[in-house]
């Protein structure tokens, strides 16, 4: 199917009128308190936190392009609070007591969001609302209801989710063939470029200085070097994510994996009411190969899910351009979950990459021999979990002993990914094994998950 737009970072910076005016590149060299590599959530986050807690430090952030021009711009807008990784990895050299805080923490993190948004005056289109899971299949909905024992095993917030059953469900959102949805409370709608946009003014208020267009090509121990200059620094972060391949000695650090939206033009009252779709939910399935949308602002229908997973030798995309298969493939999903949308146009396109570690957990720590710290590996749940990181590196860089600094995420060290052709074969592999298992579990009645999706997460450690 054809769009309107295709690239140009996405639809967020469209909605905002465009992609923005870069600020100055690095001018020479330079010598601050501390150096950001990226000037995304993480990167932002972080300044913000450091010149809330120490008002005298000197910071610098170093942008390759702009500030939010990665996955903090390009996103599905949820703002969710998930922990969406193995616990199970988290107790290996931790406690249960430990990964509950962590989870606590990360739900908390949508309250502080929300808090700063307030305070900075950031109109992000924020709003506080449920993200609902659908289930097609008998395998789908039961891998929601061990969802929901598992949160109500682990005792964090046993009212944070419930189970629907069909009809309920379809009340919600009129998904045909829905057996049931878990419902997330406590969750968050937001524009993303806003909201990074918004968060780079305000800590260029509080003096820290983001300087775009400056690539950065080397990272040693006080010592950043840029080919506009080199900047020297007692505590360096780097909060690439996604691009972290693109430092010499960080290539097999983080996979940069792909994601891809689409957003529909606005749709008309009439046809809201027929879909039933009145807040601002967000909205999944579960399927394994799984899809995320939202209701945006002005009434449009964005959604999201995996295009051509990841791109040899990690490679990635130009300026957010997708492909047309990829777009094929998204509008199927986005048909099959609402065909009431039918005949609508789709106004743009664009995909991006997130950063996934060897283990699919997240991790931030600083290395106090070398002063070097980093935060990432959000696998997808960046929004929310880029705000605890942020926070975390700000204990860190100040040496502070807090509630944060001993959580079980903070310096892990997971190995690396294999090289090349091995990772591309394996992360392809592990995709087109999704999607047969998805295949599998539709056809059946089957409530097991497809032996297909289990091989699948033993291949790469999912």
């Given at each position: 199917?054809?769009?309107?737009?295709?690239?140009?970072?996405?639809?967020?910076?469209?909605?905002?009128?465009?992609?923005?005016?870069?600020?100055?590149?690095?001018?020479?060299?330079?010598?601050?308190?501390?150096?950001?590599?990226?000037?995304?959530?993480?990167?932002l986050?972080?300044?913000?936190?450091?010149?809330?807690?120490?008002?005298?430090?000197?910071?610098?952030?170093?942008e390759?392009?702009?500030?939010?021009?990665?996955?903090?711009?390009?996103?599905?807008?949820?703002?969710?609070?998930?922990?969406?990784?193995?616990?199970?990895?988290?107790?290996?050299?931790?406690?249960?007591?430990?990964?509950?805080?962590?989870?606590?923490?990360?739900?908390?993190?949508?309250?502080?969001?929300?808090?700063?948004?307030?305070?900075?005056?950031?109109?992000?289109?924020?709003?506080?609302?449920?993200?609902?899971?659908?289930?097609?299949?008998?395998?789908?909905?039961?891998?929601?209801?061990?969802?929901?024992?598992?949160?109500?095993?682990?005792?964090?917030?046993?009212?944070?989710?419930?189970?629907?059953?069909?009809?309920?469900?379809?009340?919600?959102?009129?998904?045909?063939g829905?057996?049931?949805?878990l419902?997330?409370?406590?969750?968050?709608?937001?524009q993303?470029?806003?909201?990074?946009?918004?968060?780079?003014?305000?800590?260029?208020?509080?003096?820290?200085?983001?300087?775009?267009?400056?690539?950065?090509?080397g990272?040693?121990?006080?010592?950043?070097?840029?080919?506009?200059?080199?900047?020297?620094?007692?505590?360096?972060?780097r909060?690439?994510?996604?691009?972290?391949?693109?430092?010499?000695?960080?290539?097999?650090?983080?996979?940069?994996?792909?994601?891809?939206?689409?957003?529909?033009?606005?749709?008309?009252?009439?046809?809201?009411?027929?879909?039933?779709?009145?807040?601002?939910?967000?909205?999944?399935?579960?399927?394994?190969?799984?899809?995320?949308?939202?209701?945006?602002?002005?009434?449009?229908?964005?959604?999201?899910?995996?295009?051509?997973?990841?791109?040899?030798?990690?490679?990635?995309?130009?300026?957010?351009?997708?492909?047309?298969?990829?777009?094929?493939?998204?509008?199927?999903?986005?048909?099959?979950?609402?065909?009431?949308?039918?005949?609508?146009?789709?106004?743009?396109?664009?995909?991006?990459?997130?950063?996934?570690?060897?283990?699919?957990c997240?991790?931030?720590?600083?290395?106090?021999?070398?002063?070097?710290?980093?935060?990432?590996?959000?696998?997808?749940?960046?929004?929310?979990?880029?705000?605890?990181?942020?926070?975390?590196?700000?204990?860190?860089?100040?040496?502070?002993?807090?509630?944060?600094?001993?959580?079980?995420?903070?310096?892990?060290?997971?190995?690396?990914?294999?090289?090349e052709?091995?990772?591309?074969?394996?992360?392809?592999?592990?995709?087109?094994?999704?999607?047969?298992?998805?295949?599998?579990?539709?056809?059946?009645?089957?409530?097991?998950?497809?032996?297909?999706?289990?091989?699948?997460?033993?291949?790469?450690g999912?």
């Amino acid at each position: 199917m054809d769009v309107t737009t295709n690239g140009q970072v996405s639809f967020w910076f469209a909605d905002i009128g465009g992609l923005p005016p870069r600020r100055a590149p690095l001018p020479g060299d330079l010598a601050v308190d501390v150096c950001i590599i990226g000037a995304g959530f993480t990167g932002l986050w972080s300044a913000y936190y450091l010149k809330q807690l120490a008002p005298s430090l000197s910071i610098a952030v170093l942008e390759r392009d702009f500030a939010g021009f990665g996955a903090s711009g390009r996103n599905g807008g949820w703002c969710s609070g998930e922990f969406g990784w193995s616990r199970g990895k988290y107790l290996q050299g931790g406690s249960r007591a430990g990964v509950i805080a962590l989870e606590r923490q990360l739900r908390d993190s949508v309250a502080e969001i929300l808090r700063v948004c307030s305070a900075e005056a950031i109109a992000a289109d924020i709003v506080k609302t449920d993200c609902l899971t659908f289930a097609r299949n008998p395998a789908q909905l039961q891998r929601l209801r061990d969802t929901l024992a598992e949160e109500r095993a682990w005792e964090i917030g046993p009212d944070r989710v419930e189970l629907l059953d069909a009809a309920a469900a379809a009340a919600r959102i009129r998904v045909p063939g829905v057996l049931g949805a878990l419902v997330t409370h406590g969750v968050a709608r937001v524009q993303p470029a806003k909201l990074v946009r918004g968060l780079a003014a305000a800590v260029e208020r509080l003096g820290v200085t983001i300087y775009e267009d400056t690539c950065v090509t080397g990272l040693a121990p006080g010592r950043v070097t840029t080919a506009r200059g080199t900047v020297r620094a007692p505590r360096i972060l780097r909060a690439t994510e996604g691009f972290t391949h693109g430092i010499p000695g960080q290539e097999r650090e983080w996979l940069p994996l792909n994601s891809a939206m689409v957003v529909t033009e606005p749709l008309p009252a009439a046809l809201w009411e027929e879909i039933g779709w009145t807040g601002a939910e967000l909205f999944g399935d579960a399927a394994h190969a799984y899809c995320y949308a939202q209701r945006t602002r002005e009434g449009r229908i964005a959604m999201g899910g995996r295009g051509v997973p990841y791109r040899f030798a990690s490679r990635t995309d130009r300026n957010g351009q997708t492909q047309a298969a990829t777009i094929a493939k998204l509008t199927e999903i986005l048909y099959r979950m609402l065909p009431q949308v039918r005949g609508l146009r789709l106004d743009h396109a664009w995909c991006g990459v997130l950063g996934v570690p060897r283990d699919w957990c997240a991790t931030v720590g600083l290395d106090p021999a070398t002063g070097i710290g980093w935060a990432g590996g959000y696998v997808g749940l960046g929004v929310s979990t880029a705000n605890l990181a942020g926070r975390t590196l700000a204990d860190l860089v100040l040496g502070r002993d807090t509630d944060r600094t001993g959580l079980p995420w903070v310096n892990r060290h997971p190995r690396k990914w294999e090289p090349e052709p091995l990772r591309w074969l394996g992360v392809h592999g592990m995709y087109q094994l999704y999607a047969l298992a998805d295949r599998q579990e539709a056809a059946g009645g089957d409530p097991r998950t497809s032996p297909l999706a289990r091989l699948a997460n033993r291949l790469t450690g999912r």
